[in-house]
Every structure is written in C-alpha cells, then in structure tokens.
C-alpha cells in the first residue's frame, strides 16, 4: 500500500489512485514524470511532478513547490515518523 507524507508531524495518508499510477510510472521509467493532482475537497488542480532519489520517491507540486515523500509499505507500524511536508525553498 503506498503512503503520502500528510502536513502535519508524523501524518501519512493513503495514495490517490493518481498518485499511484503515477508513481508505478516513475519507478518503470526510471525518470521522472509529470502529471496533474487533483485536490480531492477543492477540485483544483496542480502541475506536478513525481521525482526520484534513488530509491525514494517524492511529489513536488510545481505550483506551490511543496514536497511530499511517497512510501510503500504493507504494515502501517513501518511508517517513519517526519516533521510534516515541507516547502522546496
């Protein structure tokens, strides 16, 4: 099951089908890949962009530049604890 990085310490919310197919893209690409998030409450959407670091995988919305880490794990206890998404300043 794949994992976003929420804003708030130590928050993880369950991938978007969105964001897992663009994610799946990335891993078989080996590059990144640009896409479109939709916010699911406001309906607005975002340019985005799924980059990879080495083996880690992040979103990074081009409008906001806010950075959020994208995990797979099977057992929610092996989620890492984080400080909240941040800001690419």
Same mark, same amino acid.
């Given at each position: &099951?794949?994992?976003v990085q929420?804003?708030?310490? *130590?928050?993880?919310? $369950?991938?978007?089908?969105?964001?897992?197919?663009?994610?799946e893209?990335? !891993? !078989?690409?080996e590059? *990144? +890949?640009?896409y479109?998030? +939709? *916010?699911p409450?406001?309906?607005?959407?975002? !340019?985005?962009?799924?980059?990879?670091?080495?083996t $880690?995988? &992040?979103? /990074?919305? /081009? +409008?906001? $530049?806010?950075?959020? !880490?994208?995990?797979?794990? +099977? *057992?929610?206890? /092996? /989620?890492?604890?984080?400080?909240?998404? $941040?800001y690419?300043?």
């Amino acid at each position: &099951m794949y994992y976003v990085q929420g804003n708030e310490k *130590d928050e993880w919310k $369950n991938a978007m089908t969105s964001q897992i197919e663009v994610v799946e893209k990335c !891993k !078989k690409s080996e590059k *990144d +890949e640009e896409y479109i998030v +939709e *916010d699911p409450i406001s309906k607005k959407q975002f !340019k985005s962009i799924c980059k990879i670091n080495g083996t $880690n995988y &992040m979103f /990074l919305n /081009l +409008e906001t $530049n806010m950075i959020r !880490k994208i995990i797979e794990v +099977e *057992d929610t206890k /092996l /989620l890492p604890k984080h400080p909240g998404a $941040n800001y690419n300043i």
